[in-house]
């Protein structure tokens, strides 16, 4: 497909469990972007990856949350000891490799994660 | 006070109705998104502005970026136009994209 793809679209954890997010973004966007959206908000930025370099990771919310993208493509989102709050829409987009102008971010169905 | 404001937070109106959502934001830009997100669905990004106005069949964006204000409107609004806009900005940050997301209008068309 053209798109961007998320797996698994969602998922049941329960507390304390560790859960992985995957994201596959459009072939040869170099710029990758992970948001958590809580029920009836806005996305919230949380990390950041120019190829395999992690540039931002200001928004993740604890050190229970690790983001690697080792080859500059496939990303994964992982969650170590979810607890409720963790309980959102994870989401993933993908940019183009930037002209020096702002580019369009297209962005993945997301995996919706509940942690009983 | 979040650096993205949206209203109304809610629209109910009747199809063919002329629509407008308003986004204001406090920080300096480098771009500003408006996205669509219809329910249980993925997002899927309208347009990207930095000056002036885009137009994409129905659907028409402005930006004022001295009053750092920007306005969607959706003309002769149909059913299938329901759904959560959302406005976000691109802080001026050179190489990070990162968007910040207003908390979103719900549209809803009433047949």
Known sequence: GAGVSQSPRYKVAKRGQDVALRCDPISGHVSLFWYQQALGQGPEFLTYFQNEAQLDKSGLPSDRFFAERPEGSVSTLKIQRTQQEDSAVYLCASSPPTSGSPDTQYFGPGTRLTVL | ?111
């Open chain 2, 1 to 111: 006070k979040n650096e993205v404001e949206q209203s109304p937070q809610n629209l109910t109106a009747q199809e063919g109705e002329f629509i407008t959502i308003n986004c204001s934001y406090s920080v300096g830009i480098s771009a500003l998104h408006w996205l669509q997100q219809h329910p249980g669905g993925g997002i899927v990004s309208l347009f990207m502005l930095s000056s002036g106005k885009k137009k994409h069949g129905r659907l028409i964006a402005t930006i004022n970026i001295q009053e750092k204000h920007s306005s969607l409107h959706i003309t002769a609004s149909h059913p299938r136009d329901s759904a959560v806009y959302i406005c976000a900005v691109a802080p001026f940050s050179f190489g990070n994209e990162k968007l910040t997301f207003g908390t979103g209008t719900r549209l809803t068309i009433i047949p």
